[in-house]
């Protein structure tokens, strides 16, 4: 990074993401300490939601009583409606599938020189091929959210069960940009090392980066922005934490859900950004098992997304 602005900004998100860990590390052991002295949830009125505790519990912790208009309760698996569920891992197979295919073909020696060849022609970036690859993302992604939505909302509570509501909304909001702040100081430091240890080459950057490094016209800008910072956001963490994760719940220990979607969610992109990507998934999949919140999780996602956009630009500066 030789841009100071960049490395700026970057120091600056590191000693944040610092403060912040420092804060929740706090919080939490005031928490435990003082947890044995909280009473006992009573029953409560239809549509009071003030009295039901939704702060964070061990991971499989017990739970209390739970009012019916409150928000889900997150100690307990969601429910995935089943054409949501065959779905979305219908979408996981070929996205899996597909990153599988693409290693083997970088790996098979006798597979190398079409792989090359391809990579040739596409090296160039032409813009107009390049700026339909990223409209197509796009709306790939926006299909992808539109179904899954969809297909969630079969079921009479399936929105509500697998964290889409519209309670609490600012407090959803804070949680995401609080995720951020935690998740961008591991993710740039495992950025830093990679680079350190010369995994980071032009080649390895991503497609869509190297394009606006490129031929960074203002349609090209606001095309990634839209895929960056709204599809992905929603598309993925629809596929990963609320299908796969939410579905792994309900079938073994929280922690070796949150585990397995993390790893699933890191193999899809490449390498090394991989690697890098470790700290955002985990830190995704506790928020959504702690909080069952499909907006806060989307928050971190493009929050994050926004600023390696950002990041970018001031490179070009």
């Known amino acids: ?3 100071p602005l960049t490395e700026l900004l970057t120091i600056s998100l590191i000693l944040a993401s610092g403060l912040a860990w420092v804060a929740v590390l706090l919080r939490w052991l005031t928490e435990r300490n003082g947890r044995a002295a909280l009473p006992v949830a009573g029953p409560c009125e239809p549509g009071d939601t003030a009295n039901v505790a939704v702060e964070a519990a061990p991971l499989g912790g017990s739970h209390g009583p739970e009012c019916v ?9 969601p429910s995935i409606p089943p054409p949501a569920l065959w779905l979305g891992l219908g979408l996981l197979a070929l996205f899996v599938s597909g990153q599988f295919i693409e290693m083997a073909y970088q790996i098979v020696p006798s597979l190398r020189p079409a792989v090359n060849e391809v990579a040739d ?4 970036n032409d813009g107009p091929s390049m700026l339909s690859r990223v409209r197509q993302a796009a709306l790939l992604d926006a299909l992808i959210g539109f179904l899954l939505l969809a297909a969630l909302g079969s079921s009479p509570d399936g929105w509500r069960q697998n964290g889409i509501h519209a309670d609490r909304l600012g407090e959803q909001v804070w949680q995401g940009l609080l995720g951020f702040q935690l998740a961008i100081g591991p993710v740039l430091l495992m950025v830093i090392f990679t ?3 010369n995994l980071r080459t032009e080649d390895s950057q991503h497609e869509f980066l190297r394009f606006l490094d490129e031929q960074g016209t203002m349609q090209a800008w606001l095309w990634v922005s839209l895929t960056a910072v709204i599809g992905a956001p929603l598309a993925e963490e629809l596929l990963f934490r609320v299908i796969l994760q939410g579905g ?3 079938l073994w220990h929280p922690a070796v859900a949150i585990i ?4 699933v969610f890191c193999g899809v992109h490449h390498f090394p950004d991989s690697l890098a990507l470790l700290p955002l998934a985990l830190i995704l999949g506790v928020m959504y098992h702690r909080r069952r919140s499909l907006l806060s999780i989307v928050v971190v996602h493009a929050t994050f997304n926004g600023v ?4 970018t630009a001031l490179e070009q500066m």
């Open 1 to 3: 990074m030789s841009n």
């Open 69 to 77: 208009d409150a928000p889900p309760n997150p100690r307990l698996p």
């Open 121 to 124: 022609t596409s090296a160039t």
């Open 195 to 197: 680079a350190l240890l």
């Open 248 to 250: 792994l719940e309900n």
């Open 260 to 263: 397995i979607a993390a790893v």
């Open 308 to 311: 390696n956009l950002l990041l």
